[in-house]
């Protein structure tokens, strides 16, 4: 039996469908998406922008989101005090890794980068798409948090995601579900996420889980940067990302954390081949 939606559910729907073309849609466009009457998408899109979610251009008439949502989080981002205070532990592994590094936070059942430090000064740099979410099943940091989850959670969420379009990531990705529980697999083993060549093509990532002993994992932190040099130095790398998701969890906010005692379990034992180098240049 269909699930009839509500006005609530449309309203959300059209925000995620209005943020994915931010150049702006034309109303016929939303209601063939959407699926509901013209009269019906007129009304909820003058709701919308009342209340100052979306604006309509008034030469094209096209409908496009505005920034009050972006506004909201990064107001309840910094609420969290996340950034704030994760921020210096994020700069130190920047530094002494001298590669591109990423923060996530756990929210809604989905990882969502929150925070980045840059400790590559010149070269082959790593500089990644501006993306929120994060592609579980291709990345260190989705490998990590899904390897901490029940078998059949780490599934159901990657099949709701999808493995996505074809030559959308690197050439090493995963493309069925048994591929990603040997991965899981090999994660849980080591204790920290690994991505060769699996989000990008030439690029190389290490990423270790954020949580305590009594709670669940919370964020994830990881270093990124070229295949040809971070295979090189991977053992030396994990080491430093394990250190650096200890001190994240000792300084993370305790409403997120709770009080347990924190523990990070893993060594660094990883081996993957290099691949070819990143056409990154700055």
């Not at 039996?1 to 925000?15: E, G, N, P, T």
């Amino acid at each position: 039996m269909s699930k009839v939606k509500s006005l609530i559910d449309h309203c959300f729907d059209c925000i995620e469908i209005l943020i994915d073309h931010p150049d702006g849609m034309r109303l016929s466009d939303l209601c063939v998406r959407l699926g509901i009457s013209k009269g019906a998408a007129h009304r909820l899109l003058a709701n919308l922008t009342s209340l100052g979610f979306v604006e309509q251009d008034e030469k094209s008439s096209l409908y496009r989101p505005t920034l009050k949502l972006t506004i909201l989080g990064q107001k309840l981002l910094i609420s969290t005090g996340v950034p704030d205070i994760c921020q210096p532990v994020l700069d130190r592994l920047a530094v002494e890794s001298q590669e591109f590094v990423r923060l996530t936070m756990i929210s809604g059942g989905r990882l969502i980068f929150v925070a980045q430090s840059q400790g590559a000064k010149g070269g082959l740099m790593y500089v990644p798409r501006a993306d929120v979410d994060v592609p579980l099943h291709v990345t260190a940091n989705g490998k990590i948090w899904l390897s901490t989850l029940p078998k059949d959670d780490a599934v159901r969420i990657v099949l709701n995601n999808g493995f996505g379009r074809p030559n959308e990531f690197g050439p090493n990705a995963v493309r069925s579900i048994e591929a990603l529980m040997t991965r899981l697999e090999e994660t849980r083993r080591h204790g920290f996420g690994v991505s060769d060549q699996e989000t990008e093509h030439g690029v190389y990532a290490i990423a270790a889980a954020v949580g305590s002993k009594e709670g669940p994992v919370v964020g994830t932190v990881s270093v990124a940067g070229p295949s040809i040099r971070l295979t090189e130095r991977k053992e030396q790398l994990a080491t430093m990302v394990l250190a650096a998701a200890r001190e994240l969890a000792d300084v993370w906010p305790a409403r997120f954390l709770g009080n347990a005692p924190i523990v990070i379990a893993g060594r660094p034992s990883c081996a993957s081949a290099p691949g070819p180098p990143m056409c990154v240049n700055r």
